[in-house]
């Protein structure tokens, strides 16, 4: 019996060897921390329009220069940041935890959903696509420094993507995303900044924006003072000052800003005031936790939030030192019985 040639043609040889670089990641982390980059955190790359956008956008701020072209789809929206920040946080754990990482992610569709607070609704799907369609059409064109790098660039918020896979009625399963080498860099060098949970209940675009800006302000400062004019300039909306300013004030009628309380000052000023400090760590970071010991804090503390249990466990572990971890899963079970005993 004659070889087959492994790139040769027939019945029964073998697919053609797409990714011949280890260039790729499987997005398997459950419950891995939002995470969010900073330079589109600090400059308006989306838009926060609910139609398709299909204007140029300009903005400059201080040396840096931003123009962001939309393709026949429109501008990528803030809603569709929810992918780029599902990636982000999917490699920050990954990395975290010891593992390989690359530009090329494989994804469920499903987790996707699961993780930004989405409906998994046929609809749904298909408007995951619609996104998947705005990010790569849309192409920026800026000088953003990333990585300790300021390179003058034109690309793509995300470089391509296809369905790996779909169910038999057609819905997508799988989906592969490769992200544009600027987005990539700033995973790599770790210029990112946790996100509220919460973040992915906002229903309205500016308020996630005015989030982005507060988080990326505050940082380690307990307050942000910020004018009108320059919060409307980096929001990024349309909207003229009078109104920006209506709709500020709205917010802070509502007062329902994941971390923030907002603020209005004279002189035509916001001021953003840290509820409970979101801290970043400057060292390792505890192992992720299994979804069982997320079932089991579950059962310990029923109607907590598990979450914010785990990102409590976090800062008390960082607090302490972060000593060496023989289980993760443990130490953080053992926290929440603290809990539960103490009646906290």
Not at 45 to 55: A, Q, W
Not at 71 to 80: E, M, Q
Not at 157 to 180: F, H
Not at 305 to 330: H, I, M, T
């Amino acid at each position: 019996m004659g070889g087959r040639t492994p790139g040769g043609a027939g019945q029964g040889t073998l697919l053609p060897d797409r990714y011949p670089q280890v260039d790729f990641f499987i997005c398997d982390i459950l419950d891995a921390i939002p995470k969010d980059d900073m330079a589109t955190m600090e400059h308006p790359v989306f838009s926060l329009s609910t139609r398709p956008d299909r204007r140029i956008l300009s903005y400059e701020h201080r040396g840096t220069q931003i123009e962001v072209t939309p393709s026949v789809k429109g501008l990528a929206t803030i809603h569709d940041k929810d992918i780029l920040i599902f990636c982000i946080s999917q490699l920050m754990a990954a990395i975290n935890a010891g593992r390989a990482v690359g530009r090329t992610l494989t994804l469920r569709a499903h987790d996707l959903l699961v993780a930004t607070n989405r409906e998994t609704s046929g609809d749904a799907y298909r408007r995951l696509r619609e996104a998947f369609e705005r990010l790569a059409g849309t192409r920026i064109t800026t000088n953003i420094v990333t990585g300790d790098k300021e390179i003058t660039s034109g690309f793509g918020l995300i470089e391509s993507w296809e369905i790996v896979r779909k169910s038999r009625g057609g819905r997508m399963m799988s989906v592969s995303i490769t992200l544009s080498d600027w987005l990539f860099r700033a995973v790599m060098s770790k210029s990112v900044l946790t996100l509220s949970r919460d973040y992915f209940r906002l229903r309205k675009p500016l308020e996630r924006r005015i989030y982005e800006l507060a988080r990326k302000h505050c940082g380690r400062q307990d307050s942000w003072r910020v004018s009108v004019e320059v919060l409307l300039n980096k929001s990024g909306s349309a909207s003229p000052r009078r109104v920006f300013r209506k709709m500020i004030r709205d917010m802070i009628e509502t007062d329902h800003l994941p971390d923030y309380e907002i603020a209005e000052e004279p002189g035509d000023i916001i001021r953003f005031s840290s509820r409970n400090r979101l801290t970043e760590t400057t060292g390792p970071e505890a192992p992720p936790l299994s979804v069982a010991a997320m079932a089991q804090a579950r059962s310990l503390l029923p109607g907590a939030d598990v979450y914010a249990l785990e990102a409590e466990w976090r800062g008390f572990w960082a607090a302490s030192g972060r000593p060496r971890l023989r289980s993760a899963d443990a130490a953080f079970l053992g926290f929440v019985k603290k809990k539960a005993a103490s009646g906290a």
